[in-house]
């Protein structure tokens, strides 16, 4: 069964930074690239960014320059730094492979609030 378990989200003022985990289990951790995604209300999931098994990154052009997505394959780990946080990053930000299977199962998610 796979496990995702995201963490580090909190309350920040825009142009402060955050560093987000997600602790995935090995099942997926080391089959598939692995991404972040992110839900704010009202709107629907959307992928911020992946990282593949060799290290290659990718970014959607609007976080493109602040956020830097990394991986721990000694801890089935995966990290997004955020950084010059704006309001509009306020959302539920989620880790799963990427792309994500459909049906798959996703974690709690991390709550990231961004304050003006």
């Known amino acids: 069964q796979v496990q995702l378990v995201e963490s580090g989200g909190g309350l920040v003022q825009a142009g402060g930074s955050l560093r987000l985990s997600c602790a995935a289990s090995?099942?997926?951790?080391?089959?598939?690239?692995m991404g972040w995604y992110r839900q704010a209300p009202g709107k629907q999931r959307e992928w911020l960014a992946f990282?593949?098994?060799?290290?290659?990154?990718t970014y959607i052009d609007s976080v493109k320059g602040r956020f830097t997505i990394s991986r721990d394959d000694a801890k089935n780990t995966v990290y997004l730094q955020m950084n010059s946080l704006k309001l509009e990053d306020t959302a539920v930000y989620y880790c799963?492979?990427?792309?994500?299977?459909?049906?798959?199962?996703w974690g709690q998610g991390t709550q990231v609030t961004v304050s003006s």
């Open positions: 090995g099942s997926i951790f080391g089959i598939f690239a």
């Open positions: 799963n492979a990427y792309p994500a299977p459909l049906g798959s199962s």
């Open positions: 990282i593949t098994r060799n290290g290659r990154t």
